[in-house]
C-alpha cells in the first residue's frame, strides 16, 4: 500500500504571479556556518513540516543542542505572529521545507513552500516563505512569490512545490531554486534576499524547451567549480519519449544553460511519476559528487522499486559509467524484492561512519514486516572505493534494538528520510519519518546516530506530540532539504 503523507502531488498547470522588484542588497556580514542554525548558537536545528493545523500544515522546530536537538519547541504556521498569510485548506504551507542563511545576518533562514496558495484571483499561484533566524531564533516572515508572470487568466504554477537551496550561481549569497509548473520548469531566485521582499535578480532554467514537469530537485557538489550544482529529475517537452531524466546544471555563471542530461534507467513515467527521490553524494570519494534517484513506485515495476545510481566527474555526471541500479534482489541487500516495497521512496546521503565515503540511506514504507502490512524499513549503503555495493548493508524498522515504538501496521517507516550530524561527532545521524501513532496522536520522527560502525539503535532519540508537549495531535515528520 503506498503511503498517502508524502506522495507526490502532480498538478499540471500554467505560470504564477510577478515577483518583487529588486532591491540593493545588505551590507553583507558573516553568513551562518550552519544552514539549519536559527538562533547561531552552533547547533543544527531539526526541521518537522506537514502536520495539521485547522485544515492546512505547520512547521514544527526543535532546537538543537550539544547532543542532537532537545528540548526546546517553536511551531509557527500562517496564524503565527509576523508570518504572512493565513490558514487556509489546500495551501500546502510546508509541502516543501529548506534551509539557508539567505540574508548573511549569521543566522540561518527557514524556507517554507506552499504551493496551493492562492494569491489575489490566481489559483494555485504558490509562494516560498522566508522565516528569518536571529538570535532569539526564527521570527517574522517574508513571501516571494515567482517572478513569472502568469500565462493564463487565473492560474498558477504551483510554484515551491519543491525548493532547495545553494549558491548557485557562485557569487556567494545563498538561492533558492524552486520547481514551477510552467514553461520555466525550474526557478532560481538570487541572493542576498532581504526581509522587505527583494532579491538579486531570477532565472529560468526552462528556457526555450521548457520541462512538461521538474518532479524532484537534488543540490549538492559535483563537479570542482566550488558553486552548488543541481539535479533536475523531470522530463523533456521537446524528447520523443516519456522516460524519466536528469538534468543537469553545473555550479556558475552558466547555471541556466542545462550542462548534461542522463536517463535514470527503466523509469518510464507515463503513468505518472509515483514517489520519486533523488540525493547527491560522494560515494566512492574521488572528488565529484554522483547522483541517487529513487523510483519507489514505477508503474512498471509493479511498486517494488529500485534506486539508480549516476557516478559523477569533473564535468558533471561521468556518462562513460553506466548508472548502477539496485533493488532488494541486489546481492548483499537484506531483505527481497516484493510488489509495494515501495524500496526507494525516499532516499539521503552522508557520512554515517566517519570514514569520508557518503553512504545512502534508502526508505522502503511498504516493506510488510512481522506480519504487518507496510511496517517500513529503511537500509543503508556504504560508500566505498569503486562506489555503492549491497556489502555490509544493513536494514533498520521499529524492531531494531534501541529504537523506539513497534512494527505496526500502516507504520510507513522511512516515507522520509535525512542525514546530518546533529551531534557534532564528524558521522552522520539519521532521521526517519513514520505514520506511528503513539497513543491517539500520530507520527514520529526517530535519530539513529551515526557511529564507527554506522548506524547504529543504540542512543536514538523519538519525538512525537507528546515527547515534544505540543497540544495538537498529527506531528510532521517530512524533513528540510
Known amino acids: 500500500m503506498r503511503p498517502t503523507r508524502t506522495a507526490v502531488a502532480v498538478t499540471v498547470v500554467a505560470a504564477a504571479l510577478t515577483g518583487p522588484l529588486l532591491v540593493s542588497a545588505p551590507v553583507a556580514a558573516a553568513p551562518a556556518k550552519l544552514a539549519d542554525d536559527f538562533n547561531g548558537d552552533g547547533y543544527r536545528d531539526l526541521v518537522l513540516a506537514g502536520g495539521s493545523y485547522g485544515q492546512d500544515s505547520r512547521v514544527t522546530v526543535v532546537y538543537g543542542t550539544s547532543t542532537g536537538p532537545g528540548t526546546r519547541v517553536q511551531t509557527i504556521h500562517q496564524a503565527s505572529a509576523g508570518i504572512p498569510g493565513a490558514v487556509e485548506a ?14 548573511r545576518d549569521g543566522y540561518a533562514d527557514l524556507v517554507v513552500a506552499s504551493p496551493g496558495e492562492k494569491v489575489g484571483d490566481v489559483e494555485l499561484a504558490g509562494g516560498l516563505t522566508v522565516v528569518w533566524g536571529g538570535s532569539g531564533g526564527l521570527g517574522s516572515g517574508t513571501v516571494f512569490h515567482s517572478p513569472i508572470a502568469p500565462e493564463y487568466p487565473n492560474s498558477g504554477d504551483s510554484f515551491g512545490e519543491q525548493v532547495v537551496t545553494g549558491d548557485f550561481d557562485g557569487d556567494g549569497d545563498a538561492d533558492l531554486a524552486a520547481v514551477s509548473n510552467s514553461t520555466a520548469g525550474v526557478v532560481l531566485l538570487k541572493g542576498p534576499f532581504t526581509r522587505a521582499g527583494g532579491h538579486g535578480g531570477f532565472q529560468s532554467l526552462g528556457g526555450s524547451y521548457g520541462y512538461l514537469h521538474a518532479w524532484r530537485l537534488a543540490a549538492g557538489a559535483v563537479d570542482s567549480t566550488g558553486a552548488t550544482d543541481l539535479y533536475v529529475v523531470g522530463m523533456d517537452l521537446t524528447a520523443s519519449d516519456v522516460n524519466l531524466r536528469a ?3 553545473r555550479g556558475g555563471s552558466g547555471f541556466a544553460t542545462r550542462a548534461a542530461t542522463v536517463t535514470v534507467p527503466d523509469a518510464t513515467p507515463e503513468h505518472g511519476p509515483g514517489p520519486i527521490s533523488a540525493a547527491i553524494g560522494d560515494f566512492d570519494k574521488d572528488g565529484f559528487g554522483d547522483l541517487a534517484v529513487g523510483r519507489g513506485g514505477e508503474t512498471n515495476d509493479d511498486n517494488a522499486g529500485y534506486v539508480a545510481v549516476q557516478y559523477g566527474g569533473p564535468s558533471g555526471p561521468d556518462t562513460a559509467r553506466k ?3 539496485f533493488t532488494q534482489d541486489t546481492a548483499g541487500l537484506p531483505g527481497a524484492r516484493e510488489s509495494d516495497d515501495l524500496f526507494g521512496y525516499a532516499v539521503a546521503a552522508g557520512d554515517v561512519n566517519g570514514d569520508g565515503y557518503a553512504d545512502l540511506a534508502v526508505g522502503t514504507p511498504g516493506e510488510d ?6 511496517g517500513g524499513a529503511v537500509t543503508v549503503l556504504l560508500g566505498r572505493a569503486g562506489g555503492l555495493s549491497g556489502t555490509g548493508a544493513k536494514a533498520y524498522d521499529q524492531s531494531t534494538s534501541g529504537v523506539a515504538g513497534s512494527i505496526e501496521t500502516d507504520d510507513n517507516f522511512g516515507a522520509d528520510l535525512k542525514l546530518t550530524d546533529y551531534t557534532r561527532d564528524g558521522r552522520a545521524d539519521l532521521m526517519v519519518g513514520t505514520d506511528d501513532w503513539a497513543g491517539e ?6 535519530l539513529l546516530k551515526g557511529s564507527a560502525t554506522g548506524i547504529t539503535g543504540t542512543g536514538s532519540k523519538s519525538f512525537t506530540v507528546g515527547s ?11 524533513f528540510s532539504v
Open 90 to 103: 489546500g495551501d500546502g504551507w510546508g509541502d516543501s521545507v529548506t534551509t539557508a542563511d539567505l540574508d
Open 247 to 249: 538534468f543537469y546544471h
Open 323 to 325: 548508472p548502477v541500479k
Open 369 to 374: 514486516l512481522a506480519d504487518k502490512r507496510d
Open 441 to 446: 496522536t500520530l507520527g514520529m520522527a526517530h
Open 468 to 478: 515534544l508537549g505540543l497540544s495538537f495531535d498529527d506531528l510532521g515528520t517530512r
